[in-house]
């Protein structure tokens, strides 16, 4: 599979919670290699650091990667404030070398233009009714956590992953309503903009589909779906399911270069 790409999109990290997969984001971003990396929101879950989230080594070293990203392989880095690292608000916009840290851009490839957005500016809910959006939140990270309890008992059974809360969302008429209308409200905004397309996260839910001539792009979330959506050099996009990535080969290659790095150790030692 491609590992090499013009740009990769993340979005809704949600570092700092129990929820985050902090240590597969790293593996994933080890193993590819863009020119632009941009990070679509929900990258730091300040609300949950006030509350109940701690931040832990592993969490650090999603930012120590991406920092030898731009150092090695002078890769640009787009930071897009979400709702949830609002606190971004006091500093942005912020230029240093190769990172900036912006509310939204345009970004322009292959004579293609896209807006992208983290997408909760345009959530009535979280802009109008912030204490509804914070109670929505604490729901949903009851959902993760029976989640996890479930799938602790499905991986004893022998079962595959299950994600309860996508199944609830599937299920709960308001909630498929919500996320249609935000969908089709985000292609609006963007063909205001005069743009081609739209690329946002905020519902954790990753697609690639056209609404009335727009491209519709989500790239997921970290936490459940654990999606990426990435844009080779031909300007052909698709979404990465870290799941469904073949490690196999670059955990060979480790270990390989393990022994030898071993075998050189002996052969100085004598």
Known sequence: ?????????????????????????????????????????????????KKSGSWKR????????????IDSNKTKVFYLRGNH???????????????SILKDMIYESNG???????????????????????LGDIGYTFLLWLNTQVNLYRRKKGLPYFSLS???????????TYIDDFEKELCKIAKSKNCD??????????EIRNIDGIDYYNSGDWVESLSALA???????????YNELDFSQTDK??????????LNQAKNFY
């Open 1 to 49: 599979m491609e590992t090499n790409f013009k740009t990769i999109i993340l979005s809704d990290i949600h570092l700092g919670t129990k929820g985050s997969k902090a240590k597969e984001v790293v593996r994933f971003l080890k193993q590819h290699e863009c020119e632009n990396l941009i990070l679509n929101g929900d990258i730091i879950d300040g609300w949950q650091l």
């Open 58 to 69: 592993k969490h650090t070293r999603v930012f120590n990667r991406i920092l030898k990203m």
């Open 85 to 99: 690292d609002d606190f971004l608000d006091q500093v942005l916009p912020l230029e240093i070398g190769r990172l």
């Open 112 to 134: 293609r233009r896209y807006f992208i957005t983290h997408g909760d500016v345009f959530d009535n809910i979280t802009t109008n009714l912030r204490w509804i959006a914070y």
């Open 166 to 176: 996508q199944y609830v969302k599937s299920k709960v008429k308001s909630a498929v």
């Open 197 to 206: 397309g739209i690329i946002c996260g905020h519902i954790h839910k990753a």
């Open 231 to 241: 844009e080779d050099h031909k300007g052909n996009w698709q979404l990465i399911y």
């Open 253 to 262: 290659n480790k270990v390989v270069k393990m022994k030898d790095i071993t």
